[in-house]
């Protein structure tokens, strides 16, 4: 009860401090990442092993032997579980903690052994641990597992069996708002606990984004982009995940979700910070950058010169666009590649490249990400009328606070970017799901109340930049997938020796641009000319 208890007294001297009297709390809910992967002995309440986090690769060895027995069809399950076979779901990681973890592999003979993602742990603590704990798990949380079928909601028997994990040690799914249970103990015991629900679908519900084709990113130190379909279950063919993202109540119609997801965004601002310790700061002119957006526009010549370094000083973020291109690969691509044996690049560097150009690529990095899943969204939706809603992204995470990582992204996404100014969307978003169960609030009220002031980010970069970083993007990703294979080398080294046997090449690039210059300069001269003469 040793969890139960410190984990009570901490929520309620935050209470404390932030002046809410906690006798006025009408009940709690459970908001956790999804996938972290956790065993416990049901008769002493104790983990089994150290729990592992949802972007682990240490199952890659036993996912290849997988893959090697389906011709490696990382969409073998896709039918039944609305995702690929990957590293980051739970099924793969109770496999392995079964064949190397001896305590585990006991525990699921003696029939004591509980699986549960984060919050089916919390709420066994919550709910009296071994002595009346309670084991449950909500659909967002079920989903992240690849042990439940995305058409009934439940576990299902043959997924069970392809992963060899035994249906017993699983917990009861239920929907986002019922009640789970009471705290038993502590300051705030007796509280019912009245929703449970994921962190990327309860920041959807959070951010408002209730609607088919509204969306939401979250960026912390990886990287979550969902698509609203409503009641539309969309099976995927461009590597998203098709999961579900809200069920308001036991008798509540399901909403569903495209996702995709991207190990590393924040994450990889940290490894340049920590790993490498090299500085991270970008020093922009945002004033400049803010009067270029609101005069010129995105498609605006100055702004191409700008991101071309023409203006560099003098041009804030769109000036600081350097050759290089970095893809952060740490634990393989996940979407919309799935790939668990792609490797990170970094391609471009020189003798003048600094500690900010590489920042800046990492920064580009996540918004090339959001990009080719902004792209599956609409090759997987291709009969949306896209004319109903204004093309833009709803943000939030820890990162999305960094200005410049934002605006960044929105130089890479080509679309307008809104961040609500809310603190905490998916501690809203579990909230609302609480308040639903106890009659409290309504999806409806919640739209109409809860709607934040918005913070907008436009893009400062043309078409065609982002087209041309597109295709050194795409040429960097190709590298990452094939890193070991070396049958493209003669064709890369030809590719390479034509680019530096092009004396015209800097011409040429800039040629549209300077067209459109010296056109001007021309029509303003013959435009004098003509003013001066008579023309009857």
Wanted: hydrophobic share 40%; proline share 4%.
């Amino acid at each position: 009860m040793s969890f139960n208890i410190l984990f009570i007294q901490t929520a309620y001297r935050s209470l404390i401090i932030l002046e809410i009297n906690p006798y006025d709390l009408v009940a709690i809910s459970i908001c956790s990442q999804r996938g972290t992967t956790l065993l416990w002995d049901k008769s002493t309440g104790n983990p089994l092993c150290n729990a592992i986090g949802w972007n682990d690769c240490r199952t890659s060895t036993l996912l290849k032997t997988i893959l090697g027995n389906i011709n490696y069809d990382a969409d073998y399950l896709r039918h039944k579980t609305g995702l690929p076979l990957s590293t980051c779901f739970s099924a793969l990681k109770i496999r392995w903690l079964q064949e190397n973890i001896t305590a585990v592999s006991d525990a699921i003979n003696e029939g004591t052994c509980l699986f549960g993602t984060l919050d089916s742990w919390i709420l066994w603590n919550l709910t009296g641990s071994n002595i009346s704990g309670v084991h449950l798990t909500d659909v967002t949380n079920a989903g992240y597992t690849s042990l439940m079928n995305i058409h009934t909601h439940q576990w299902d028997a043959k997924l069970c069996k392809f992963f060899r994990i035994p249906m017993q040690i699983l917990p009861r799914i239920r929907s986002n708002s019922e009640l789970y249970g009471y705290i038993i103990g502590g300051a705030l015991n007796g509280l019912p606990i009245a929703a449970c629900i994921g962190e990327q679908p309860a920041a959807l519900l959070g951010q408002l984004q209730t609607k088919v084709g509204e969306n939401v990113c979250i960026i912390d130190d990886s990287c979550f982009v969902l698509l609203n379909t409503g009641e539309e279950l969309i099976e995927s063919s461009n590597g998203l995940l098709s999961l579900v993202a809200l069920k308001l109540g036991p008798q509540a119609p399901a909403s569903y979700s495209l996702e995709g997801a991207i190990s590393n965004a924040g994450a990889t601002i940290n490894w340049l910070k920590q790993g490498l310790r090299i500085s991270t700061e970008i020093n922009s002119n945002d004033n400049v950058v803010e009067v270029l957006s609101t005069f010129l526009g995105e498609n605006s010549m100055i702004s191409s010169s700008c991101s071309s370094g023409m203006l560099n000083a003098e041009c804030g973020l769109a000036a600081k666009r350097s050759e290089i291109t970095f893809v952060p690969a740490f634990h393989g691509l996940y979407a919309p590649y799935w790939r668990y044996d792609a490797r990170g690049i970094l391609l471009g560097l020189t003798s003048q490249t600094t500690a900010e150009n590489v920042t800046q690529a990492a920064y580009e990095a996540t918004g090339f990400q959001i990009h080719e899943v902004l792209d599956a969204f609409k090759r997987d939706t291709p009969t949306w009328n896209r004319k109903i809603n204004k093309e833009r992204l709803v943000f939030c995470g820890d990162y999305a606070e960094n200005n410049s990582f934002v605006q960044f992204i929105a130089d890479i996404v080509g679309c307008l970017l809104e961040r609500p100014q809310t603190t905490s969307p998916a501690g809203l978003g579990a909230m609302i799901c609480a308040g639903i169960t106890m009659n409290v609030v309504s999806l409806v009220q919640a739209e109409v109340m809860y709607p934040p002031p918005v913070d907008a980010f436009i893009p400062t970069t043309t078409t065609n930049r982002r087209e041309q970083l597109y295709k050194r993007w795409n040429y960097a990703v190709r590298k990452c997938l094939n890193w070991n294979n070396f049958a493209t080398y003669e064709e890369d080294l030809e590719l390479f020796a034509q680019r530096d046997n092009d004396p015209n090449l800097p011409i040429r690039r800039s040629l549209p641009g300077s067209i459109y210059i010296t056109s001007s300069f021309l029509l303003l001269l013959v435009a004098n000319f003509l003013r001066g003469r008579n023309i009857s």
